[in-house]
């Protein structure tokens, strides 16, 4: 199959990680057969000083034609000073709204060879799945365009009461639900919907929506937690989850709470996805928008120091959920984790393995050529 990609590099670090990572997709392409052509377009800092606007109208258009968007990040000292409206980090939102997509997939995964860059204890962190051995691994499904965030809010006359509003529609929580789902059959089918249903109304909704949506998956064991629950099940025994679909607010809280106990902010992916491109399709393929959730880090640009591993592991989730290519996103997940345990650390992950890891510093670039090569014999 051919794929196309819109690729925005962005500033600072983006363009230096999104290289290894359209090395590493160009890797799988010759060993699959799969063919993936880039788009390549500016946003943020880069298409201010370009065209005077963080997201140019083409840049918008060419990225709807496209099958899926990775992104490097945005944003630098040099913009700082603009009006918000001007702000490159503006290019983010614009994008999200104009591709649609609704709902944001955060994983958060401890890697074992990076076992002590997590708070937790040892007995706290061995699960059932995981043969005894330290470490989670679970997807944090988070609501990404209603809820409290964007519902009716105000003022009183006198400034001195304020409300926000909690709205959901049934379409809204079904479709974040099935992009739960479908995650949880390409994993280990198991999904916990957080909420506050002894509460709250909308979330009483949610369960009612839950209750429909999971006779469409019968294979995938549906739990429910209190939101209060899942915030303390997350420290006391993360191991226990798998995918964790909520709310805005919940999931915004959520998916913080989860990633600083994964260690380094470069290693870590995301994506947002949205509707099938084809409604008819019997699979779900959402359009998407893939990226590494650190940002630019002005501080260590142009050094070959940045971590690709968060970059590369989104574009992995590319393969996975806009293309349906599981053998291929688990090949690159694979290799990453064989470059950690030949002892590859980028500075921000150096000192953080087992005492006795043999580490050896590797830059942007050459973390990028390992995951190459170990990729040999994965597909
Ligand atoms: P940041 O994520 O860029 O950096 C925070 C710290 O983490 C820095 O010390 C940086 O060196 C380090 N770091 C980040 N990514 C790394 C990587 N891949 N490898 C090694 N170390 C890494 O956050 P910040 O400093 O708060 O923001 C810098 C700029 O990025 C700002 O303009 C901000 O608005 C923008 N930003 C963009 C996005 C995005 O594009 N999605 C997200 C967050 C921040």
Known sequence: MTYSIALVPGDGIGPEVIKPATEVLDAVGDASGHVFNYVELEAGGCAIDSTGEPLPKETLEAAKQCDALLLGAVGGPQWETLPGHLRPERALLGLRAGLGVFANLRPAKLPPQLRSACPLKDDVLISSDSEGKPGFDLLIVRELTGGLYFGERGRSADGKA????????????????????????????????????????????????????????????????????????????????????????????????????????????????????????????????????????????????????GAILSAAMMLRYSFGLETEARAIEDAVSAALDAGLRTLDIAGKGRATARETIAGTREMGEAVITLLENKI
């Not at 002894?198 to 429909?212: F, I, K, M, T």
């Not at 995938?220 to 709310?247: C, H, K, W």
């Open 162 to 309: 304020a409300f926000d509003t909690e709205r959901y529609a049934w379409d809204e929580i079904e479709r974040v639900l099935r992009a739960g789902y479908e995650a949880a059959m390409g994993r280990r089918k198991k999904l916990c919907i957080v909420d506050k249903a002894n509460v709250l109304e909308s979330s009483r909704l949610w369960r009612e929506v839950a209750a429909v949506a999971s006779k469409e998956y019968p294979d995938v064991e549906t739990s429910f937690l209190y939101v209060d629950n899942a915030a303390m099940q997350l420290i006391r025994a993360p191991g226990q989850f798998d995918v964790i679909a909520t709310s805005n607010l919940f999931g915004d809280i959520l998916s913080d709470e989860a990633s600083a106990l994964a260690g380094s902010i470069g290693m870590l992916p995301s994506a947002s996805i949205g509707s099938p491109r084809d409604s008819l399709a019997k699979d779900f393929r959402p359009m998407g928008m893939y990226e590494p959730i650190h940002g630019s880090a002005p501080d260590i640009a142009g050094k070959n120091i940045a971590n690709p591993l």
